[in-house]
């Protein structure tokens, strides 16, 4: 669902074969929740439906390590840093905060089978690609330095502001308490907002510029890391929906006015997830991580499989019993892929992998895909058909569905491979007292040997 054009398009990538897709990042001053770890899936279903009709994707995914502020999601902004917040709470160092919420954030992605993005670029290392995208947008005019020292885009000058929010600049009306505040901010119009801030009396995380010492403010590093690392035509651009406003619609105009054209051929954003009917917030204490999951004895896959039965578009609300619920289906379907698995393989259900396809295709229908699956497992089919179905879709899931296939032998004890070369060779040179001996070390070890007509084999004990 294109949230510009608010109708769902066909995604055609404008480079044949290749489709560029931008996704909004972690703020790195906490540990993602299992909303925000919704919309990061949002990203790679898109990103395993585009490689399983044979594109190659580009994934860039950011890392907000600075400019994103407290109260940022109003159209001006001149609260504290998050992770200056942080870490003044913390009393650490802030990038020591980014570092370790980064890695967190890496790990949690790893638990679910998110695939990495080709890059992961922190906004603290693109400063000098953002002093180039204001210094531009000043040139262009349409960025001015503030009374305050601030640089200001100037939102009048871009005249399709609003388009994917729907907020227009004539309904982003100032009162007249915000009309001191404009005056006071150092900026000319209420809904211009500060591309580079000018650093007044931080001393942490502040950056030269021509403007002065100060820090990018947060839209800006989403337009300059992207426009760098993809281009100036890119396919797909993710996030939750709440950075439909202001963050990518100050994103847009700023990168389109400094490209001269549209840069975003498609916005999809993914709704937000409440957790037992209730929006997730640390001050009501209902804030749940993918490690309380796990702490809950469930695998991190059945909270990937919960999300499945819901649709991105919609908002979706979680819950302890719907997660537990996916667990035992999850489980479910892994013995029934094992067992399956005893049997020959056979081609895949046509009908079946036909309607799956198209569920992901439609949109990422991963609730209708649930349910073929659903029915697929009861239908009267080769077992040998139904594990090939299951384990190509799995492409698409990402529930290591197979994992239950086959039991891995337990790792021979350190030592064990040479005393067993050694008791081949001595059953090879008919020194049968040698064998015995040797059969015995390795059954200290754990190691049962036993003879048969192809020689000897072992399985620890
Ligand atoms: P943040 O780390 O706060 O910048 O957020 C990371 C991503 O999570 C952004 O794309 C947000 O839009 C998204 N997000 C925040 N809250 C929720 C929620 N409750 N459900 C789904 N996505 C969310
Ligand atoms: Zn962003």
């Given at each position: 669902m294109d949230t510009r054009t608010r109708q769902v398009e066909e995604i055609t990538p404008s480079t044949p074969g290749l489709l560029t897709v931008y996704a909004c990042g972690p703020t790195?001053?906490?540990?993602?929740?299992?909303?925000?770890?919704?919309?990061?899936?949002?990203?790679?279903?898109?990103?395993?439906t585009a490689e399983q009709s044979g594109l190659r994707v580009k994934l860039v995914q950011n890392i907000t390590d600075v400019g994103h502020l407290q109260d940022?999601?109003?159209?001006?902004?001149?609260?504290?840093?998050?992770?200056?917040?942080?870490?003044?709470?913390?009393?650490?160092?802030?990038?020591?905060?980014?570092?370790?919420?980064?890695?967190?954030?890496?790990?949690?992605?790893?638990?679910?089978?998110?695939?990495?993005a080709d890059a992961y670029p922190r906004a603290s290392e693109w400063i000098d690609s953002m002093l180039r995208l204001v210094a531009g947008l000043i040139e262009k005019e349409h960025a001015y330095v503030g009374t305050d020292g601030s640089v200001y885009f100037a939102a009048q000058s871009f005249p399709s502001y609003g388009a994917i929010s729907g907020n227009r600049l004539e309904d982003l009306r100032a009162g007249h308490r915000e009309d001191a505040e404009?005056?006071?901010?150092?900026?000319?119009?209420?809904?211009?907002?500060?591309?580079?801030?000018?650093?007044?009396?931080?001393?942490?995380?502040?950056?030269?510029?021509?403007?002065?010492?100060?820090?990018p403010g947060w839209h800006t590093e989403c337009s300059a890391m992207s426009l760098e690392l993809l281009g100036t035509t890119i396919d797909v651009h993710t996030g939750g929906i709440d950075l439909r406003f202001p963050h990518h619609e100050d994103e847009r105009a700023q990168s389109d006015c400094f490209a001269g054209r549209e840069v975003v051929r498609h916005w999809v954003h993914g709704e937000h997830l409440l957790f037992e009917n209730r929006k997730m917030s640390k001050s009501t204490g209902n804030v749940v991580l993918v490690s309380d999951v796990a702490a809950r004895g469930h695998d991190p896959l059945a909270l990937r499989l919960a999300y499945l039965q819901q649709r991105y578009r919609q908002q979706a609300n979680l819950s302890w019993d719907a997660i537990a619920g996916a667990d035992k289906l999850l489980s479910r379907w892994r013995s029934a892929v094992a067992e399956w698995a005893e049997s020959p393989s056979k081609p895949m259900c046509a009908d079946y992998s036909t309607e799956l396809r198209e569920a992901f295709e439609d949109d990422l229908d991963t609730p209708r895909a649930v349910q073929v699956l659903r029915r697929l497992e009861k239908a009267d089919l080769p077992a040998g058909s139904k594990l090939e179905t299951f384990l190509w879709v799995d492409a698409y899931l990402g529930l290591d569905?197979?994992?239950?296939?086959?039991?891995?032998?337990?790792?021979?004890?350190?030592?064990?491979?040479?005393?067993?070369?050694?008791?081949?060779?001595?059953?090879?040179?008919?020194?049968?007292?040698?064998?015995?001996?040797?059969?015995?070390e390795l059954a200290a070890l754990g190691v049962v040997v036993k003879d048969t007509p192809a020689g000897q084999e072992w399985s620890v004990a």
């Amino acid at each position: 669902m294109d949230t510009r054009t608010r109708q769902v398009e066909e995604i055609t990538p404008s480079t044949p074969g290749l489709l560029t897709v931008y996704a909004c990042g972690p703020t790195v001053y906490r540990y993602a929740h299992v909303g925000n770890l919704r919309t990061f899936l949002l990203t790679d279903l898109i990103r395993r439906t585009a490689e399983q009709s044979g594109l190659r994707v580009k994934l860039v995914q950011n890392i907000t390590d600075v400019g994103h502020l407290q109260d940022d999601t109003a159209v001006d902004s001149t609260g504290e840093d998050k992770l200056l917040a942080a870490a003044r709470a913390e009393n650490k160092d802030p990038f020591v905060i980014a570092r370790f919420y980064e890695d967190a954030f890496h790990t949690d992605l790893a638990l679910l089978n998110v695939r990495p993005a080709d890059a992961y670029p922190r906004a603290s290392e693109w400063i000098d690609s953002m002093l180039r995208l204001v210094a531009g947008l000043i040139e262009k005019e349409h960025a001015y330095v503030g009374t305050d020292g601030s640089v200001y885009f100037a939102a009048q000058s871009f005249p399709s502001y609003g388009a994917i929010s729907g907020n227009r600049l004539e309904d982003l009306r100032a009162g007249h308490r915000e009309d001191a505040e404009v005056l006071a901010a150092g900026k000319r119009f209420h809904a211009d907002w500060a591309l580079w801030k000018s650093a007044g009396a931080q001393r942490e995380m502040v950056w030269d510029s021509p403007w002065g010492p100060g820090f990018p403010g947060w839209h800006t590093e989403c337009s300059a890391m992207s426009l760098e690392l993809l281009g100036t035509t890119i396919d797909v651009h993710t996030g939750g929906i709440d950075l439909r406003f202001p963050h990518h619609e100050d994103e847009r105009a700023q990168s389109d006015c400094f490209a001269g054209r549209e840069v975003v051929r498609h916005w999809v954003h993914g709704e937000h997830l409440l957790f037992e009917n209730r929006k997730m917030s640390k001050s009501t204490g209902n804030v749940v991580l993918v490690s309380d999951v796990a702490a809950r004895g469930h695998d991190p896959l059945a909270l990937r499989l919960a999300y499945l039965q819901q649709r991105y578009r919609q908002q979706a609300n979680l819950s302890w019993d719907a997660i537990a619920g996916a667990d035992k289906l999850l489980s479910r379907w892994r013995s029934a892929v094992a067992e399956w698995a005893e049997s020959p393989s056979k081609p895949m259900c046509a009908d079946y992998s036909t309607e799956l396809r198209e569920a992901f295709e439609d949109d990422l229908d991963t609730p209708r895909a649930v349910q073929v699956l659903r029915r697929l497992e009861k239908a009267d089919l080769p077992a040998g058909s139904k594990l090939e179905t299951f384990l190509w879709v799995d492409a698409y899931l990402g529930l290591d569905l197979a994992r239950d296939i086959g039991k891995v032998p337990a790792a021979l004890p350190v030592g064990a491979q040479a005393l067993l070369d050694e008791r081949a060779a001595a059953r090879d040179g008919k020194d049968f007292a040698a064998s015995d001996r040797l059969r015995d070390e390795l059954a200290a070890l754990g190691v049962v040997v036993k003879d048969t007509p192809a020689g000897q084999e072992w399985s620890v004990a």
